[in-house]
């Protein structure tokens, strides 16, 4: 047994390398062309007037928060499955956070959980200003609905679409904020569709929105002079930070978006092919994972461990000897300890920490085979014997 399978790897081929190598080689290797060419690349892809490139998924998140307005005396919530991205950008933005279940069969918040949870709210006079939802492992929440909600509440909809590039609602890409979404947040980390090493990526409609979350990433200094007399002074105008994104990271995401059909449709393939080779095993998928618009970064399963015969922890040790690393995407961020801190306890998301209890994700990347996915099956049958 030589291969180890993990839940996710990047895919870099020598037309990368090569593109990577190009944008070393220009005369600039930050605040040049190919970022440029890059934000046009993908929200021409994503059906969005305008494409922010920046740091990293989070910077998306925290950068969008603050240019919406959030700070201290403002509210905002998001999913509580998810990374901790989310609520920290809201944290960090000085805003207090807030978290919505999640629906036990999509793994995302839905318009009902998110209404629930805004008449809970009302009650105690504290709903938000902002909602952050997560389109979980790559499947779309539902975002008609959920934009319905936010209308008739006033609240503003940032998406959280770090999983989700590539996706598609009703048959829109996700990135597009076609629902009215304020911005729609990307992360290129090696382990999502495409990658630029580190980087994420900022869509919205709103041209304002756009040039100030640009100075934004910038420490908050535009790139035009801001005096007709003094043509080498710019002002800062907005608090911000060096969140920008270098030529060659650019230059390597113009070469992997032109895979990303290809890598998607290895993805849903592999997604397929798990749910036949699993079929009888007492396990559950995501509802809707089967969809073409699903963008499968992940493959979060619900393993029913009495059925099985085995403990959780007795199922990960074992996996691990025989190769395959399961990972749990994620600990719930209300439980975390700093959220803790804040006055939240378990038993108030019973969506999300049964999902946590449940869950293991099943390693997809696009190397994976067919005889891969059969390997692993064998594997985890092994590894669930060896645990009983």
Request: glycine share 10%.
């Amino acid at each position: 047994m030589s291969k180890l399978y993990r839940y996710g790897f990047q895919c870099i081929d020598e037309d990368d390398i090569s593109a990577l190598c190009q944008g070393l080689r220009g005369e600039l290797i930050t605040n040049g062309p190919n970022v440029a060419a890059f934000e046009e690349a993908v929200a021409r892809r994503c059906g969005a007037a305008h494409a922010v490139a920046v740091s990293c998924g989070s910077a998306a998140l925290q950068l969008t928060a603050q240019a919406v307005g959030m700070g201290p005396g403002k509210r905002a919530w998001t999913s509580a499955m998810t990374f901790v991205g989310a609520a920290n950008a809201i944290t960090a933005s000085g805003a207090t956070p807030g978290f919505v279940d999640i629906d036990p069969h999509t793994f995302n918040v839905t318009p009902e959980t998110f209404e629930a949870a805004l008449v809970e709210a009302e009650r105690h006079g504290e709903l938000p200003d902002l909602f952050i939802p997560v389109h979980f492992a790559g499947q779309s929440c539902d975002m008609p609905g959920l934009s319905t909600v936010a209308r008739k509440w006033g609240v503003t909809i940032i998406e959280d679409a770090c999983h989700a590039l590539g996706a598609e609602v009703d048959g829109l890409p996700v990135g597009g904020c076609h629902s009215g979404s304020a911005a729609a947040c990307f992360s290129l980390h090696p382990v999502k569709t495409i990658t630029t090493g580190e980087g994420g990526l900022i869509l919205t409609n709103d041209v304002s929105l756009a040039a100030r979350l640009r100075r934004m990433r910038n420490h908050g200094i535009g790139m035009q002079p801001t005096c007709a007399d003094e043509p080498w002074r710019r002002e800062m105008t907005d608090i911000g930070f060096n969140h920008r994104m270098t030529e060659f990271q650019a230059s390597l995401g113009l070469s992997q978006l032109r895979k990303l059909d290809t890598f998607l449709a290895r993805r849903r393939a592999l997604a397929e092919l798990y749910r036949h080779t699993f079929a009888h095993w007492p396990i559950r998928f995501q509802h809707g994972s089967s969809t073409a618009g699903h963008a499968h970064h992940l493959l979060p399963v619900l393993f029913d461990f009495d059925a099985l015969g085995v403990g959780k922890r007795a199922l990960f040790d074992q996996a691990a000897r025989h190769g395959i690393h399961l990972v749990v995407q994620y600990y719930p961020p209300p439980l975390h300890a700093y959220y803790r801190r804040l006055g939240y306890t378990e038993g108030q998301f019973p969506g999300a920490e049964a999902f946590y209890r449940q869950s293991f994700c099943l390693p997809i990347h696009p190397s994976l085979n067919e005889a891969d996915i059969a390997d692993i099956h064998q594997r985890l049958g092994d590894a669930v014997a060896a645990a009983r």
